[in-house]
């Protein structure tokens, strides 16, 4: 994992908007979030930070890696993608880089991805990043105040290898989406949309032709910004969750009692603990650091794999369970024998 040096707490935050440190504590149980150097550090800088340290310790080098897979919603570039940036600076041989845009559960839905291509046998090395520079997005006003006391920045990395072991790695993957909700948790611009789907967006210009991607009259409104219905995530989170998690315990024949770690998207600390009632599990069953972090969203899942991994929580041979849900909405798990 790498997470920038800047940490910004909500004390920072009511410099900015109106909030407090005791309502984004009770809400969310968020202390502090760190935040990316506004121009020495960018999603791919972040996750190539991360990437260096996975590839050391899978024991490999950059020119071992046979295939990227980038899972982020705040890329450097509309296009192209960040994992051609990745490809780029660890002067990496000229394999395939593969952008992921499922948002929270991206790393989730990359990580599945990785694991297809090593159990086909087609590559033996696949680096999977999530990261984020939510930083860069957020507005610092207290029109936004919702969403922004609650995203941070990082990066997380992981190298898949394949294994002779049996019963051992990624048992299995579960990928989920309902479209049904996919405006309530959105960037809506820039885009190609030309409010299609939603109508009380600002108007388009007439022109007749191009440079109708946006305009002076979204950004006068607002309408480039981040936009969440936060009781309906919630509500949708917590039932989501759950299933996805039972999902992956009932392919494999186990029960919540047997997980050794869960390892949810950090969305939420209410979340978590919902999710922790709804399955039974005991305190040290669950791993959460976004008091720490925040809601690092692709970037969140490695990164609490990460810390929970260098706190000495995970063992050889730990049933560890990852879930994430998020905008889309989209959901995932992984069931993994350590
Ligand atoms: C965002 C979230 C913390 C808001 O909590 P909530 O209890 O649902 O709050 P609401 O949005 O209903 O707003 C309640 C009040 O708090 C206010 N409020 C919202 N953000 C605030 C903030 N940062 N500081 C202070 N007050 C805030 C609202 O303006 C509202 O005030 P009002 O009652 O006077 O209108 C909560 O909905 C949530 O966590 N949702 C899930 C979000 C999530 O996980 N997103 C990531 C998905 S991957």
Redesign the pocket.
Known sequence: MYVPSNVFTNEDMTKYM???DA??QE??GIKERRFAHRTQETTATMGIEAAKIAIARAGITAQDVDFIIFATLSPDYYFPGCGVLVQRELKMKEVGALDVRNQ?SGFLYALSVGDQFIRSGMYKNVLVIGSEKQSFVLDFNTRS??IS??FGDGAGAVVLQPTDAENRGILSTHLHSDGNDAEL?AVYNPGSHANFWKKDLADYDDAEMGAMYESHDMIDKGQNLPV?D??A??KK?VVKFPEVIKEALNKNNYQPSDISLLIP?Q??L??SQFVQQKLGLKDEQVFNNIQKYG?TTAASVPIALCDAWQQGKIKEGDLICLAA??SGFTWASALMKW
Do not use: K, Y
């Open positions: 109106e909030t407090s309502w984004i809400r969310t929270c105040r919702n006391v609650i948790l969440m936060g009781p995530v919630f989170a998207h969305a939420n209410r979340i809601n849900f998020g």
